[in-house]
């Protein structure tokens, strides 16, 4: 909280860079800053009692004031990005953050808004997010970087790719980005989602059939390797296939060499391979349900995505990159996501990892007829979640107490109990963190009750 002084405290604020104004409990400025008068060409006499709306005249003004919210909830804004206009209506973009005002009796008499203007960095900080995107792969967390550096170093080469992650992390694009950097960019990219064909179609997509080969084979057809001849083809969830076409997939990547289906002249392609799975891969070679020796040959090289949940720092870049694809595909102009909002975004846990995130943005847009994202605009299921949670965990006996057994083991649990990882997560040293664990009760075994 900032409190009033008797020192004459606009010679200290008119020294400071940033702009800066005070407002009454009715949004109307009572003192405007050197810097904020220089960045919005206004005097003080032009804007003392007027209403701030009507001064920094910002799109988020309208849906959700940024001072009403700090007044409400008397809860600070920080770092918070938006769009105003300067005397002439020229727009600028800025980072701000709101506080309370008090006079020395603790009462509340206004609030104060400190903004500082981007236009000057913008083009810096576009040129820093590119390093943090791969085509449309968007991530600044250290584990993407990893990947994206393992990108650069492979997409030269032929070598065959195994691309492991959950459902929605993004593995099609990684695919993509391996083609599209590699010399064989101008030949065909084939897709081909083994999960959703029988095993009778599947032979039949990859290696084609000719006619006769099979009821409803009424002529001949051309398979995905043939189509893919000089590129790459992406068998995306191999781990679905059966151990009779893993046998034949091993022929090809082993000789290049096929028959179609019904036909015994052999044929030869040249293509790339890249696989995806959201399978343990090496559990199901333990059960015998995957071939050892088809598996090491599709790993020459392995990719493993993070799932969402473990790369929150995402988020705010993968928002942003969502928005401004809806703004162009929908013709809207959303420029802000509200505090509340985004601070939704960040606690959830996104099951469906980016592409759930994905379709709650897209969500947002069909309800928001504005120029801001607000929490009501996302969707129903998203905010029942959230919920639902907290009303199951003040039905237990010791609210606190099993709101941080949960959240211990559910990091736990998502670093495979790391210890040094999870207290990380936490922000607690390793020691906190045993004598938590052992405080609790919490085992391995829990783990299935969560």
Known sequence: MIRLSMIKTDIILDSINDGLFT??????????????????????NEV????????????????????????????????YEAIIRNKEGKPIPIIFSTALLRDEEGNVVGGVEIFRDLSLVKNLIEQLSGRYAFGNIIGKNYKMQRIYELIQQIAPTDATVLIEGESGTGKELIARAIHYNSSRKEKPFIKVDCASLVESLLESELFGHVKGAFTGAISDKVGRFELADGGTIFLDEIGNI???????????????????????????????VITATNIDIKKAVREKKFREDLYYRLKVVSIHLPPLRERKEDIHLLVKHFVDRFNKST????????????????????PGNIRELENIIEHAFIRCNGNTIFPHHLPEDFLHDEKGFIESILKSKRPLEDLE????????DETNWAYQETA???????????????????????????
Not at 245 to 270: I, M, N, P, W, Y
Not at 405 to 412: D, E, G, P, S
């Open 23 to 44: 407002a009454n409990m009715d949004l109307k400025i009572t003192y405007f800053n050197k810097a904020a008068q220089e960045l919005l060409g206004y005097t003080p």
């Open 48 to 79: 003392l009692g007027r209403h701030c709306s009507t001064i920094l005249r910002c799109e988020a003004c309208k849906l959700g004031c940024a001072l009403k919210y700090t007044f409400n909830t008397g809860e600070p804004l920080s770092n």
């Open 242 to 272: 059966s151990l009779t076409s893993q046998a034949k997939l091993l022929r090809v990547l082993q000789d290049g060499e096929f028959e179609r289906v019904g036909e015994s002249k052999t044929k030869k392609v040249d293509i790339r």
């Open 331 to 350: 013709g809207k102009e959303v420029i802000n996501i509200f505090p509340g909002a985004m601070e939704m975004l960040m606690r959830y846990n996104y």
């Open 405 to 412: 057994r949960k959240l211990i083991l559910k990091v736990l």
């Open 424 to 450: 990380s997560r936490l922000g607690i040293s390793r020691a906190t963190l045993w004598r938590k664990i052992k405080g609790l009760g919490i085992k391995k075994e829990d783990v299935a009750d969560m």
